[in-house]
């Protein structure tokens, strides 16, 4: 994959429909979330017109705050999984990237005090509009010896959310794209946010 790699989503759609585009300006994955479903479920294809379906994402149980988001292939091979910390995600967003059934990668906000900013000036008027387009949160994946391999940072947008995944250290295609598994369910879980 050539990075940086763009995130783009549009705000006023029905159901989130995510595009990634990569360095040269092609298209990665369109990925598709349903709507009014009571456990997520996100289809991944290789082009904006779903011709073929590359992976599927499903949580493992309803609305919950540490539901575990399982990742296959088409063929239904398991790719991982992304696990939210409920109660840590107050403060800061935090997020477990697991293959068979191990933790093999974290995905923690940089800076949490945005967070606290963003909460507090988001509810006056006009200063909460500015906040929500200043006050960008981002991200930074990790393995556990504490190497930094991604960072996804929100970029200012009014009618639509973008993000941009930076490499920060060299790492295996497949762990590359259970990353980028991971930090899509993030972004279709923080997207509340700026």
Same mark, same amino acid.
């Given at each position: 994959?050539?990075?940086?790699?763009? @995130?783009? #989503?549009?705000?006023?759609?029905?159901?989130?429909?995510?595009?990634?585009?990569?360095?040269?300006?092609?298209?990665?994955?369109?990925?598709?979330?349903? !709507?009014?479903? =009571?456990?997520?479920?996100?289809?991944? +294809?290789?082009?904006?017109?779903?011709?073929?379906?590359?992976?599927?994402?499903? *949580?493992? $149980?309803?609305?919950?705050?540490?539901?575990? +988001?399982?990742? %296959?292939?088409?063929?239904?091979?398991?790719?991982? *999984?992304? $696990?939210?910390?409920?109660?840590?995600?107050?403060?800061?967003?935090? +997020?477990?990237?697991? /293959?068979?059934? /191990?933790?093999?990668?974290?995905?923690?906000?940089?800076?949490?005090?945005?967070?606290?900013?963003?909460?507090?000036?988001?509810?006056?008027?006009?200063? &909460? #509009?500015?906040?929500?387009?200043? @006050?960008?949160?981002? +991200?930074?994946?990790?393995?556990?010896?504490? %190497?930094?391999? =991604?960072?996804?940072?929100?970029?200012? *947008?009014?009618?639509?959310?973008?993000?941009?995944?930076?490499?920060?250290?060299?790492?295996?295609?497949?762990?590359?794209?259970?990353?980028? !598994?991971?930090?899509?369910?993030?972004?279709?879980?923080?997207? &509340? $946010?700026?």
């Amino acid at each position: 994959m050539k990075y940086p790699i763009e @995130l783009h #989503f549009k705000l006023l759609t029905f159901g989130q429909r995510i595009t990634a585009i990569d360095a040269d300006g092609n298209v990665l994955m369109f990925i598709k979330q349903k !709507m009014f479903k =009571l456990k997520e479920k996100v289809e991944i +294809y290789n082009d904006t017109k779903q011709s073929s379906l590359m992976f599927r994402i499903e *949580a493992d $149980r309803m609305i919950d705050w540490s539901a575990n +988001y399982s990742f %296959t292939d088409a063929e239904g091979n398991d790719w991982g *999984a992304v $696990r939210r910390k409920g109660m840590k995600s107050l403060w800061s967003a935090h +997020y477990d990237i697991m /293959q068979d059934g /191990q933790v093999d990668m974290t995905v923690k906000e940089q800076s949490p005090m945005k967070k606290v900013f963003e909460s507090l000036l988001g509810e006056i008027p006009v200063i &909460g #509009f500015a906040a929500v387009i200043l @006050l960008n949160p981002s +991200y930074i994946v990790r393995r556990p010896d504490g %190497t930094e391999l =991604l960072k996804l940072t929100k970029k200012p *947008a009014v009618f639509e959310g973008k993000f941009v995944l930076d490499k920060l250290s060299e790492m295996p295609e497949d762990d590359e794209l259970r990353s980028l !598994m991971a930090l899509i369910m993030l972004v279709l879980l923080e997207r &509340g $946010r700026g």
